[in-house]
C-alpha cells in the first residue's frame, strides 16, 4: 500500500496579511469605542431624566403604595409632603439611589440597545444602515435583559425610601431607613440577596416590552420630524425633533406596561414574603381594573419632560464626544 503524497495534503490555511490584521483591530475598535460611547451619553441622559423627573416619580409611587383615602389627588400629594418633609428633601426623597444608580442603569440600557442593534445586524438584514421599526423594537427589548440587574436592587431602594416619608412618625422617632446603604443593609439583614432583588421579574416585564415601544417610538417620531434633503436622506439633527421624540417616547413606554409597575411596586415595598399573584389578588379586590393605574396622571406627566431631557442628554453627548474624537 502507498503512503499519499505530500502533494495530496491538504494545503496549509494561509496568515492573514498585515493589512487584514490592522483591518480585524480597527473594526475590534471601532466596536469598542461605539460601546464606550454609548455608556457614556446613556449615563449623561439618565442624570438629565432623573434630575427633571424625580419629583413626578415619587407622587407616583407614593399613589401606587398608599392605603386608599391617604391622598385624594396628585396635588394632594405635593401639598402634603411638602407641608410634611419641605420642598427640596420631600420632593427628592429617595433620589440618591437613582442618581446613583441612574447611570450605570441608563448606561447599559443605551449600550444594550447599541448592543441589539449589532445583533439584529448580525443575524437580519439592514439596508443602507437603516433599521426597520420591528428591528428597533427588538433592539430596545435586548435593552432591558442587562438593565433589570441594575433596575431592580435600586427600584428597590428607591420605592422603600420614597415611601417611608408617608408615615407619620412619633415624636422623637427616627425613620426606618437613614439613606440608601442603609435599606441594603438592613433588606441584606432580613433576608439576603434575593430580598435586595426581590421585584426583578416584575421589572423585566415591564422593561421588556416598555423598552421597545420606547425606542422604537422615539425613532419612528424623530425620523418623521427630522427634515430631509432633496435626495430624501436625513438633515442635521434637529434638537427640536429629539425633544419631541424623547417625550412621546416615555408616554408610548408607560401606557402599556403601567399596570405591571403598580404590580412591582407593590412587590418592592411590601413586607414579609409577598407573591405577584398575591399582589395582583390584592389590587384587582381593593378596586378592580382602575386599582391598577393609580398614578398614571404622575407618570405620563414626569414621561415627557424628563424623557426629552433624557434623549436631549444622550444626543449632546454623542455630539460633543464627535467634536472631542
Known amino acids: 500500500m502507498s503512503t499519499p503524497s505530500s502533494s ?13 490584521l490592522k483591518e480585524d483591530v480597527k473594526q475590534v475598535a471601532e466596536k469598542s469605542f461605539s460601546g464606550l460611547r454609548s455608556l457614556i451619553a446613556g449615563g449623561v441622559g439618565g442624570i438629565c431624566a432623573v434630575v427633571v423627573g424625580h419629583p413626578f416619580d415619587l407622587v407616583k409611587v407614593r399613589l401606587q403604595t398608599a392605603e386608599k383615602g391617604v391622598y385624594t389627588s396628585a396635588v394632594d400629594v405635593v401639598r402634603k409632603t411638602v407641608a410634611r418633609e419641605g420642598l427640596r428633601r420631600g420632593l427628592y ?13 441608563f448606561a447599559v440600557s443605551f449600550w444594550g440597545y447599541d448592543t441589539g442593534k449589532g445583533l439584529v445586524k448580525r443575524f437580519g438584514t439592514v439596508e443602507n444602515n437603516q433599521f426597520t421599526i420591528a428591528q428597533i423594537s ?11 440587574l441594575i433596575t431592580a436592587p435600586f427600584e428597590r431602594v428607591k420605592v422603600l425610601l420614597q415611601i417611608q416619608g408617608q408615615k407619620q412618625l412619633a ?8 439613606g440608601g446603604v442603609d435599606v441594603v443593609r438592613q433588606l441584606y439583614k432580613e433576608g439576603g440577596i434575593r430580598s435586595v432583588f426581590r421585584g426583578s421579574a416584575a421589572t423585566l416585564a415591564r422593561d421588556g416590552p416598555g423598552s421597545a415601544a420606547y425606542f422604537a417610538a422615539y425613532e419612528y417620531i424623530k425620523r418623521t420630524l427630522t ?7 436625513p438633515g442635521p439633527l434637529s434638537l427640536k425633533a429629539v425633544m419631541v421624540a424623547g ?4 408616554i408610548a413606554m408607560w401606557i402599556p406596561v403601567f399596570p405591571i409597575d403598580t404590580v412591582k411596586s407593590r412587590l418592592q415595598s411590601a413586607e414579609g414574603r409577598p407573591t405577584i399573584g398575591g399582589i395582583i389578588r390584592e389590587i384587582h379586590s381593593k378596586g378592580g381594573f382602575k386599582a391598577f393605574f393609580p398614578g398614571i396622571g404622575p407618570a405620563l406627566a414626569r414621561a415627557v419632560p424628563a424623557n426629552a431631557a433624557t434623549f436631549l442628554g444622550v444626543e449632546l453627548a454623542h455630539k460633543a464626544m464627535d467634536k472631542i474624537f
Open 8 to 20: 495530496s495534503q491538504l494545503p496549509t490555511p494561509a496568515l492573514p496579511s498585515k493589512g487584514e
Open 93 to 105: 426623597a429617595g433620589v440618591s439611589a437613582p442618581l446613583v444608580g441612574v447611570t450605570p442603569m
Open 138 to 148: 427588538t433592539a430596545g427589548f435586548f435593552s432591558a435583559i442587562p438593565m433589570t
Open 171 to 178: 415624636p422623637g422617632e427616627k425613620p426606618k431607613y437613614s
Open 227 to 233: 427634515p430631509k434633503d432633496e435626495n430624501g436622506n
Open 247 to 250: 417625550g412621546a417616547a416615555g
